[in-house]
């Protein structure tokens, strides 16, 4: 396949093998794995011409899942799933047992997805076979997946008839269901609401203050483009308030304007309004990452899981150490 640089590698300027880059990536609801897809391109040739540059090369997707509990790869060689009849993938759900890949083949047309399965770390079931048992749904092409809030695990998608549908990873059969769903892939689960006696305040850079009048109160530190974190799955709308962390409030801001690079954790106490800590992210590439610059993050009593770009971190809750640091490609 050949590929413009202008158009997805921006930043390619030379001949050779680039350096890879995550593509997409979920945790399982318990954070016990995470999924993800990363793209490798090799170079063949470059040409600049003005200011318009192209570069014509392979682009290879491969899927890998991460342990988040040790930090092991459980794939000694990744896999690609362009050897199951899918050229363009893309993450549909992670369950604690299995990884959902919706696919489209080279001509952008919709196909079935397939199903990886966690502990046999093979393709239990290809988007043929589950074509083939749901002859009736016109091969569920599903492309939009969605949870559902009773059962994290289950793997909901809509089929191109516009209902919904659970898919039996198993016997690879699906069955019309009704009911609140999120959907997976538009969803920001970052952005919580500040607690009701606070609000945002400020010129640019955002500072936290009381909401009452004639309140002087307000935060010891200033963040650029905060966002609250709101953290699990178990929320009923977009609009609830940030997670509450031993008295206090995440907050995730950017420490320069022009890139999403460069991100900020801190922790903010509810009650002074003090920072507690602030912990610098590791990300090796930033916002020209094909797009991939949403941290998702999952809470595990006192500990923090958090995945962006590049890393695969584990921190410590209460002193915002980072005590585990997992490269996701080499």
């Not at 590698?9 to 880059?21: D, E, F, N």
């Not at 809030?149 to 191109?160: G, P």
Request: include cysteine; hydrophobic fraction near 35%; aromatic fraction near 10%.
């Amino acid at each position: 396949m050949f590929i413009a640089c202008a158009a997805l590698l921006a930043a390619c300027s030379h001949i050779g093998r680039q350096v890879p880059t995550v593509f997409q990536g979920k945790f399982s609801p318990s954070g016990k794995y995470y999924a993800y897809i990363y793209q490798s391109v090799f170079i063949f040739s470059y040409q600049r011409t003005g200011g318009r540059s192209v570069s014509n090369g392979s682009l290879t997707y491969y899927l890998q899942v991460v342990d988040s509990s040790t930090g092991q790869k459980l794939l000694a060689k990744p896999l690609k799933p362009r050897e199951f009849d899918c050229t363009y993938p893309q993450l549909g759900a992670v369950s604690e047992a299995h990884v959902l890949i919706a696919c489209s083949n080279s001509k952008g047309q919709a196909q079935a997805p397939f199903v990886f399965s966690i502990a046999t770390q093979q393709v239990t079931l290809t988007g043929k076979a589950i074509a083939e048992r749901n002859p009736a749904l016109g091969g569920v092409h599903g492309t939009d997946f969605y949870r559902s809030r009773e059962q994290l695990s289950a793997f909901i998608m809509e089929a191109s008839d516009g209902r919904k549908y659970q898919l039996n990873p198993d016997s690879g059969t699906a069955q019309p269901v009704t009911g609140d769903f999120e959907r997976l892939d538009i969803d920001d689960p970052l952005r919580g609401e500040l607690p009701k006696s606070l609000r945002e305040a400020g010129d640019g850079r955002r500072y936290i203050e009381v909401a009452a009048r004639g309140q002087s109160r307000r935060s010891t530190e200033d963040f650029l483009r905060p966002k609250y974190l709101m953290l699990g799955h178990d929320t009923e709308d977009h609009f609830s308030p940030a997670t509450q962390v031993d008295g206090g409030f995440l907050v995730l801001s950017n420490t320069v304007k022009d890139s999403g690079q460069h991100k900020l954790l801190s922790l903010v106490d509810a009650a002074t309004l003090a920072t507690r800590w602030s912990t610098p992210l590791p990300q090796q590439r930033g916002d020209w990452a094909n797009g991939f610059d949403n941290e998702q993050f999952v809470q595990q009593g006192n500990q923090l899981l958090v995945a962006n770009s590049s890393q695969l971190l584990r921190m410590d809750l209460l002193t915002g150490q980072i005590t585990r640091n997992v490269d996701l490609v080499d």
